[in-house]
């Protein structure tokens, strides 16, 4: 590789070092690089385009329901639009979105490492990432997938459209999942800079590496379920078709093995980045440092155990059911340490309402109710009458959207000036923050209510007496566009300042903090040595980083 | 380099590699006397045995810094968790009409049964006995 | 755990700064681990996407065990075991070559690597012959499936399985045999020493994985009935 240090010139080499990470800025060496900074930079970029994408499916299945019946389209294109909808957001925007672009850009410094254990595989995960996205596209544009974003049998097995090309999108999306998770364990364990115990990472890597162990354990089998999906389709073997003497639920077994497991590959992360913003912005010691840790893990763990609740109504036993149900509320636990915890630290701290906090604190609320909403569709009685309703819709949306994405804008509101040198315009931030909070509770709280009156989700048409509800649920998903427009143009025209932003605007003590912003080339021009605690705002700041500034 | 991974001489190999084909003999042997629900165990202890002496040996786990171990023991933790579950589930489930081979097995009591032993060579038959879930 | 740190002194490691070595890491010895830990990793996440298909012929045969049997008596059983000394074998030499690059002999170490090569060969060559003779007997997966010789329907998801896990390793053995010869070459160019065999080691790791899971394929598709 070009950056192999075989003959280190003592002069180049500390020019090279000097240069910021954006500073060579050719396409080039943009497509062709190894930088973990530029790779977490472009899986920004291509995610957050891919969330657009999904966004825009959003609001026209949202604009389809304002009105019973026919309102913008028929039948078989709103299938399509919400299959592509959750297919788009879970495979190709949230999954990867905060572990592959926040964590691959901010992992790495925070540990005190020049780049991720594996760079090379880096920029192969990330191509391949594009290459998932680009089959994922072609699927869509070739008949579309009518299936949901589960694929569940019999009815992908039998129906037309591009399924088997989408689901093989999502297996190559898969290896390219299986490839960050793989760098990220290796990272955290051989590169952490001298001093940095276990228990001296940031709560950030726990989490991360906690979604790495996830990732690495059930994407496999992601993998192999729609490689029998496929099999199913060409050959007809009969595995998960009834007819043939198969069974459909051991798909729903196969998928959800994975598919539950990633459930907490998109909540973790973002309860990672909660973790940082909550100390810096109350500049307090975080409290319950190693309780917080362990739940991360416990929750990796614990999520292996209960994807039978996803299949309460679909014909699993009864006995699996039960011992199912009652493994899920394990799962809030650790869930609760931790939100306590974020609270327990908030309290009597410097609270600071920067748009990340903002962020932060609508996770709070938001993850409280979503939280709150799982434990309900946990217990298998009450399940049975919510399962196929608009009450999970909702109870989902508040988990994914509500907790993951609202954290991913709070990371990425606190770490952007990191990552580009600029800072973004705090009161446009803090608006807008406020309008996604306003349209989001909108969108989806009256989701709540239809669902436990009985409207069932996924359906095309419903009963006039819900026409009222379904409205204000459409003209929230405007308010949410609008924020979220609102979100793209100052954060757009941050990046055609100057550089401006300070090395800490949020006087936080993690290592990033400590270097410029942007970065340089190598993150460090010494190998930091760590004596201090990650969060110990009880004392005077000691920066472990030497020869910056 | 961890040179004492490889410190011990090669001809430890050579006696794994002999206990691998002897092993190999027997589960073959094994397969030809019927020991009745016994023989998938047997088969796979065997095949254990055979596993676990090329990780330890071949793949120098024995050397290895713990953490390739665990590794290696976790992804085989989750895999009997991934066959646990539904095995539970498929074997407590109440099927309204049984699969097809339970009929072909038991013809008096099902009404579907005289029709698929009737035709064993069209595969397609089972079609008739769809469990409903 | 918590007092152990893997990064050493790093002004021990400017003292020396062999060509293998990335800049990102302190020593050859923290490179080697990290690998061989990367490469553990790659190897759990073939464990379970095997396993995915394990799991599914288990659950299926819990359901249809007649079909399993008569789907069984179709295989080779002879052929199987000749299979399985191959690849132990192969798995032998392989270590062997391991170690021989690990000891800077060169000349072991491409022979035990063209031995495996060899056997890996033969493998897929008995594999061919078995094959060859299922599809001559339509003994294939699904609606494929046209044995006029009767048995329990099951069979065609018998042979579902038995392609989806026999092709799936197959495929894994041309990879590893892609993976020998790239060795080879870089073995030729007197690449490796007693200082840096990460490759061979790595691809032997990988190796020594297709062999395990051929160990439980084996009992499990030819032998238990």
Redesign the interface.
């Known amino acids: 590789m070009a950056d192999t240090l075989t003959t280190p010139k003592a002069q180049t080499h500390v020019e090279h070092h000097d240069v910021d990470y954006l500073h060579d800025g050719s396409l080039l060496s943009w497509l062709t690089t190894v930088d973990h900074k530029k790779l977490g930079v472009m899986y920004l970029w291509s995610i957050l385009f891919m969330f657009f994408l999904g966004g825009v499916f959003a609001l026209l299945v949202r604009l389809e329901l304002f009105a019973p019946g026919h309102t913008i389209m028929d039948a078989e294109q709103y299938n399509k639009a919400f299959t592509l909808h959750g297919a788009i957001m879970v495979f190709l925007f949230i999954i990867p979105s905060i572990p592959a672009a926040l964590g691959n850009f901010v992992l790495p410094i925070m540990l005190g490492a020049k780049d991720v254990a594996f760079p090379r595989l880096n920029l192969a995960s990330f191509w391949i990432y594009i290459t998932g996205a680009l089959i994922a596209v072609t699927a869509m544009v070739t008949g579309g997938v009518d299936t949901g974003w589960t694929f569940y049998t019999p009815y992908s097995t039998t129906t037309d459209g591009s399924v088997a090309l989408m689901t093989f999108a999502a297996f190559v999306l898969g290896f390219s999942s299986i490839l960050t998770g793989l760098n990220f364990i290796a990272t955290v364990h051989k590169l952490r800079a001298p001093g940095m115990g276990w228990f001296k990472m940031p709560l950030f890597i726990w989490g991360i590496y906690s979604t790495a162990i996830i990732q690495v354990l059930a994407t496999p089998v992601l993998a192999i379920t729609l490689l029998l999906l496929i099999m199913e389709r060409a050959f007809g073997v009969g595995v998960f078709d009834p007819k043939l003497g198969g069974d459909p639920v051991l798909f729903q077994h196969f998928f959800w093995f994975y598919s539950h497991p990633a459930v907490y590959i998109m909540i973790l992360p973002g309860m990672a980045i909660i973790s940082e913003i909550v100390p810096a912005m109350s500049q307090k010691t975080f409290f319950g440092y190693k309780a917080t840790a362990f739940s991360s893990v416990a929750i990796a763990i614990v999520s292996f155990v209960v994807w039978g609740h996803h299949m309460f109504t679909s014909g699993q036993s009864q006995l699996a059911g039960a011992i199912f149900s009652f493994l899920t509320f394990l799962v809030g636990i650790p869930s609760a340490i931790k939100v306590f915890n974020w609270i327990t630290t908030m309290y009597k701290g410097s609270i600071s309402l920067a748009a990340p906090m903002l962020y932060a604190l609508m996770f709070l609320i938001l993850f409280g109710i979503g939280g709150l909403t799982g434990i309900f569709l946990g217990a298998m009685s009450v399940d049975i009458h919510l399962h196929d309703t608009y009450f999970v819709v909702a109870h989902f949306h508040y988990v994914m959207m509500g907790s993951t994405v609202i954290a991913f804008l709070g990371g990425l509101h606190y770490w952007w000036p990191k990552m580009f040198g600029r800072m973004y315009n705090e009161s446009a931030a803090r608006v807008s923050a406020i309008l996604i909070f306003i349209g989001f509770n909108t969108t989806f709280l009256p989701q709540f209510l239809m669902g436990s009156r009985g409207m069932p989700r996924r359906y095309y048409n419903y009963l006039p007496e819900f026409t009222f509800l379904h409205q204000v649920s459409t003209v929230g998903s405007w308010i949410l566009g609008l924020g979220f427009l609102i979100m793209a143009g100052y954060l757009f025209a941050s990046l055609r300042k100057k550089m401006d932003a300070p090395a800490n605007p949020w006087h936080a003590r993690t290592l990033e903090w400590q270097i410029p912003s942007p970065p340089i080339t190598h993150n460090f021009h010494e190998v930091p040595v760590i004596t201090t605690e990650p969060y110990d705002y009880y004392r005077p700041f000691e920066p472990s980083v030497k020869g910056h500034h | ?3 004492h991974a ?1 410190s011990s001489s ?1 001809s430890i ?2 006696i ?2 002999g206990a ?2 002897c092993l ?1 003999a027997v ?2 042997g ?2 030809y006397v ?1 020991f009745g629900p016994f ?2 165990i047997i ?2 202890l ?2 254990t045995v ?2 676990t002496l ?2 330890m ?3 120098h786990l024995r050397h ?2 713990p ?2 171990a665990i ?2 023991v ?3 933790i ?2 009997g ?3 646990l ?10 099927r309204v009409v049984p ?3 339970r009929i ?2 038991q013809p008096a009591a099902q009404k579907q049964a005289p029709a698929n032993g009737a035709a ?8 008739e ?5 | 755990m918590s007092a152990e740190t893997p990064i050493a002194d790093h002004a021990a490691a400017h003292s020396a700064e062999p060509a293998f070595r990335q800049h990102h890491f302190v020593n050859a010895e923290q490179q080697f681990s990290t690998s061989k830990l990367g490469m553990w990793l790659l190897l759990a996440t073939e464990i379970l996407m095997f396993g995915g298909l394990f799991v599914g012929y288990g659950l299926m045969q819990s359901l249809y065990p007649e079909a399993w049997v008569a789907g069984h008596h179709h295989l080779d059983r002879i052929m199987g075991a000749v299979n399985t000394v191959f690849l132990l074998v192969s798995s032998y030499t392989m270590v062997m070559a391991v170690h021989s690059a690990s000891t800077n002999n060169k000349s072991k170490t491409l022979w035990n690597l063209f031995l495996t090569l060899g056997f890996a060969g033969g493998f897929l060559v008995v594999k061919y012959f078995e094959y060859a003779h299922k599809f001559h007997d339509g003994l294939l997966p699904g609606r494929l499936f046209s044995y006029q010789g009767g048995g329990p329907p099951q069979q065609a998801m018998f042979f579902g399985f038995y392609f989806a896990m026999t092709g799936l390793h197959g495929f894994h053995v041309l990879v590893g045999m892609g993976l020998i010869i790239w060795i080879m070459i870089r073995a030729k160019s007197g690449e490796f020493s007693s200082a840096y065999y990460t490759p061979v080691d790595l691809v032997g790791l990988y190796w020594h994985l297709v062999d395990l899971i051929w160990i439980y394929l084996f009992p499990l598709l030819y032998l238990v009935s």
Do not use: C, W
């Open positions: 380099m961890s040179e490889h090669s190999y050579l794994i590699l691998l084909l190999t589960t073959v094994a397969a019927d023989n998938l088969a796979v065997i095949a055979k596993a090329v990780a040996f071949f793949m290895d810094p953490i390739n590794i290696f976790s992804s085989l989750f895999l968790i991934f066959l579950f539904p095995l539970i589930d498929i074997q407590s489930r109440d699969y097809g081979l072909q097995a064993p060579a069209a595969p397609p038959a089972a079609a006995h769809a469990p409903a879930h």
